[in-house]
């Protein structure tokens, strides 16, 4: 029986008063990669934190990963049991180096030595990290190649999902496109790629199997690539229309300093 990597049911989750997510249903495919596709303040990286576990919400609904619920699991559980998530401003970590980081990494999912040692080197020449295996993680890297050692480390670690918050986001034309190979490579791995994106540039070279938009807390609309063509035409005022969804009914979030960081946006500790 083929078995869904992950699927979400009526998934809400609300801080507060405040309801984000209002019941996100999908349901992705080994070996597939989904965008999700909206304006700012729709949802899309609550939904990323909700998936990864972060703490602060109130969560109803289900999250199945490979058949496992993942309701009420910690963000290191669900790591180990196949959910990782990329940065999307990666730190440096003085006096760390890659490679250390990545045999502690595995030896924390249980990965043996020999294992890990036979996956970093053979990661590391398919994604170009050779190179900086012994330096400091992330000490000196250009914006894309942080992205690209983001994505290497992803691989050693083999996940079942991944998900990436906005990964294209500040990188230029060319970083973008090997970030995308990054992605393809994963994807035939047989790896489910969960795809954030604002824009849809990324999916010029990274084909996402599927696209969905979402728009105050809902996926309002799925289907192929050409939702994305759709949207770089008329924005998301033409999506709502087609949809009979009010264009601005709803005020337009306010930006705060803090939309800037949305792996972390908000502190809850
Ligand atoms: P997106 O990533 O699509 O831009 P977010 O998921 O970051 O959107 O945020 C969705 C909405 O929920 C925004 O209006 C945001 O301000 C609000 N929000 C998200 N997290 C919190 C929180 N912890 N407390 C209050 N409001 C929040
Ligand atoms: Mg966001």
Do not use: W
């Not at 999700?36 to 576990?53: A, Q």
């Not at 699991?73 to 180096?97: I, N, T, W």
């Not at 994305?228 to 924005?235: F, K, T, Y």
């Not at 999506?239 to 908000?266: I, M, Y």
């Amino acid at each position: 029986m083929e078995r869904t990597a992950l699927r979400l049911e009526g998934l809400e989750a609300s801080v507060g008063d405040l309801e984000i997510l209002k019941g996100v249903d999908m349901s992705l495919p080994y070996g597939e990669v989904h965008a999700i596709m909206g304006p700012n303040g729709s949802g899309k990286s609550t939904l990323c934190h909700v998936l990864t576990g972060k703490s602060g919400y109130r969560v109803s609904g289900s999250v199945l990963m490979d058949g496992l619920a993942l309701a009420g699991m910690a963000v290191d559980e669900r790591a180990r049991a196949g959910l990782l998530q990329a940065f999307q401003y990666p730190v440096e970590v003085p006096g760390l180096g890659l490679g250390v980081l990545m045999e502690e990494a595995a030896d924390s999912l249980g990965i043996t030595e020999e294992e890990a040692g036979a996956r970093i080197a053979s990661e590391a020449r398919r994604f170009g990290m050779e190179p900086f295996l012994d330096r400091a993680v992330n000490r000196d890297l250009s914006g894309g190649e942080k992205k690209r050692s983001e994505i290497f480390q992803m691989a050693v670690l083999a996940p079942k999902v991944v998900v990436l918050d906005e990964i294209d986001s500040g990188l230029d034309i060319d970083t973008v496109r090997e970030v995308a190979q990054a992605v393809s490579e994963m994807r035939s791995d047989g790896t489910a790629v969960l795809m954030i994106t604002h824009y849809s540039r990324i999916l010029d070279y990274v084909k996402p199997d599927r696209v969905h938009i979402m728009i105050g807390g809902r996926i309002v609309d799925s289907g192929g690539p050409e939702l994305a063509d759709e949207l770089e035409e008329g924005g998301y005022d033409a999506v709502r229309s087609r949809l009979g969804l009010a264009v601005h009914a709803t005020p337009r979030p306010e930006s705060k300093v803090s939309d800037l960081f949305t792996d972390t946006p908000f502190d809850f500790d």
